[in-house]
Structures are given as structure tokens and as C-alpha cells.
């Protein structure tokens, strides 16, 4: 839908909606620039000061995907006007002020309208040096890919509506969706990052296609280092499926290719779809181990997946 909207005409739209990146970028001087994105979702836990915090966390880490430094706020929310206790989006509210103030990012005002469903998130507005943008469409062949969270949330709420996962499941969970990608990207404008992306609903899969097609190159990962968050892989070889997850699946299949020792609870974690996640970036090859050490000394569970290669078929190979 989105190919059929006119081009872009302004010369300071620097990245616009047509390459699928996270945030848009707008510059306002030769060394400045504003990063902008919104995001919103239903709740994905039970408590609502948790879910504030997971939701804000998420709509952050649209502006560390970009390398930039978010700096104002605005919510949205969607509430019942009847039948639900007002305390609950106190909660949320309160949750996501918590994450927002950890961030250094102000909410400065917001918008809410009457919902039978209850929805929440924020609309960002960052800076960004417009010489230094991570960008979906940089990433270069020989590239390294470092993934920056472990993967699985999408499988683990599944299983959470089913009270099938553990407390200490749901616990590292919600620990991994509610850190902010903060630490990361600091730490990671020190290196050369090319590209980058931030996981969420497309799944790792999808992400790496978004990537492989905004860049014109292929990735090939594997997934004897890509990590998982605890009883993940149970989770998914016992069938806590989300319904994104086989959306992605219909989505993304025809540019996949899975090498016959990928066990089937491995492929569908790659395509799970994931609420918060850390950051895929595109290093250059040099600097990728440096990175991954530098994370991991500050307690980003970062680890090197694959490479980018010269553009072929299939888009996506997992070895």
C-alpha cells in the first residue's frame, strides 16, 4: 500500500517511509536532525504499571534503532469509558512515565480517546546527527550481524494466556521487554555500525528481510548462535504459537532458507514476533567481536548471528 503513495519531495526528509526503517529522520541543520516515530499495542501482561513500562521501552527503542537520542514524548491511549477501573491506566501511565524518566525523555502532552480495548504507547521525537543515521538500507556485504536481546517473547506471552509458562519465564521475559535499548545504542555509536533495526513484530526473520531488501544484499544467519530466553524453545516445540507468528510465516517463508539440521521449534522462534526487542545491527566486520565484548561488560546479552553477503537467492539463508 505504502508503494503506491507519492515520493517524498522534501529535500530534508532524509529518510521517509518508503525503505521500512524504524523512525523517520528529518534534517535540521548540517549536523542535526530529528528522528520521529510512534508506536502503540494492546496490553501483553497482566499488570498494568508493567505493560506502561514495556510499551514505552518499545516506542524507544524505535530512536536508538536510528542512533539517536530521544528527547520528547507523547502518549496515546485508547480506554474504556465505562466498566473499567481508572486506576488501571494510572498504572500504565505511571509505568511508562518510570521508563520515559530512566531515558532522560520527556512526556510533554498525549492524546486518548474512548476504546472497548484497552491500547497504549507513545509518539518519540529524537536527534539524530544526519552524518551517522543507522538506516535499514546501509548495511554492507562482509558485514557482521549482532543481535542484542535474546528472542521469544511472542511464543512466552502465547504461553501465558494458557498459564503454561513458568514464573521465571514470564519473569526473564519481562525483564528483557522492559530494559531499554539505551546502553546499547550509546555503546554502539563508539563502533562501525552500518545498519541497523530494532526486533519487534516482523520477527528476526522479518527484520532481516526488511534489512536484506532496503540494502540490495542477502543474510545468512545462524542459528546455533542466535540465543534464546528460558523454555523458549519448549514453548514453541510444544505448539504456543502466536497468530503473528504464522503471519510472519505466510509473509516471509518464499524468501527463507532453512538448512536441514534447523530443528522446526528453532524456525518458528526466528519467526516469532517480538514486543521490545533488542537491536539487529549491521557491523563492519572488523568491529563486530569488539562490539559484542563491549556490550557484553555492560550486560547486553549481544551476540554475532551472521554476515551480510552479495545479494542472491534465496534473501535469507539459516544454517
Excluded at 13 to 28: C, E, R, S, W
Excluded at 118 to 124: D, E, N, S, T
Excluded at 227 to 241: I, K, Q
Excluded at 292 to 309: F, K, M
Aim: with cysteine; proline share 4%; net charge negative.
Amino acid at each position: 500500500m505504502l508503494s503506491k503513495l507519492p515520493k517524498q519531495t522534501d529535500p530534508n526528509v532524509l529518510i521517509g517511509f518508503d525503505t521500512a526503517d524504524d523512525a523517520g529522520v528529518y534534517q535540521l541543520a548540517p549536523d542535526l536532525a530529528l528522528v520521529q516515530t510512534v508506536d502503540f499495542f494492546t496490553p501483553i501482561v497482566d499488570d498494568p504499571y508493567t505493560f506502561g513500562q514495556i510499551a514505552a521501552v518499545n516506542s524507544l527503542s524505535d530512536v536508538y534503532a536510528m542512533g539517536g537520542r530521544p528527547i520528547s514524548a507523547l502518549s496515546i491511549v485508547g480506554f474504556p469509558q465505562a466498566g473499567r477501573d481508572v486506576s488501571i491506566l494510572e498504572g500504565i501511565l505511571q509505568g511508562g512515565l518510570s521508563k520515559m524518566q530512566e531515558a532522560g525523555c520527556a512526556v510533554i502532552g498525549g492524546h486518548s480517546i474512548g476504546d472497548e480495548e484497552i491500547k497504549f504507547g507513545y509518539a518519540v521525537t529524537g536527534l539524530v546527527d544526519p552524518r551517522r543515521v543507522w538506516a535499514n538500507a546501509s548495511a554492507r556485504e562482509g558485514d557482521r550481524l549482532v543481535l542484542t536481546k535474546r528472542i521469544g517473547t511472542g511464543i512466552i506471552s502465547t504461553a501465558l494466556k494458557s498459564n503454561a509458562a513458568s514464573e521465571s519465564t514470564v519473569r526473564a521475559a519481562i525483564e528483557s521487554m522492559s530494559t531499554l535499548n539505551r546502553a546499547t545504542s550509546e555503546t554502539a555509536l563508539k563502533f562501525a555500525v552500518h545498519g541497523a533495526t530494532d526486533m519487534t513484530g516482523f520477527g528476526l526473520l522479518g527484520h532481516a528481510r526488511g534489512m536484506a531488501v532496503a540494502s540490495k544484499v542477502s543474510l545468512v544467519l545462524d542459528h546455533r548462535r542466535i540465543e534464546f530466553l528460558p523454555d523458549a524453545t519448549d514453548l514453541s516445540r510444544r505448539g504456543f504459537l502466536p497468530g503473528g507468528l504464522k503471519r510472519n510465516i505466510e509473509f516471509i517463508s518464499d524468501c527463507v532458507a532453512f538448512a536441514g539440521g534447523v530443528p522446526e521449534e528453532v524456525r518458528n522462534l526466528l519467526y516469532d514476533p517480538q514486543t521490545s526487542g533488542g537491536l539487529f545491527l549491521a557491523v563492519d566486520a572488523t568491529d563486530a567481536a569488539n562490539l559484542v565484548n563491549a556490550l557484553r561488560e555492560i550486560g547486553v546479552p549481544a551476540q554475532e548471528v551472521g554476515e551480510v553477503v552479495v545479494k542472491t537467492r534465496p534473501l535469507i539463508s539459516v544454517r
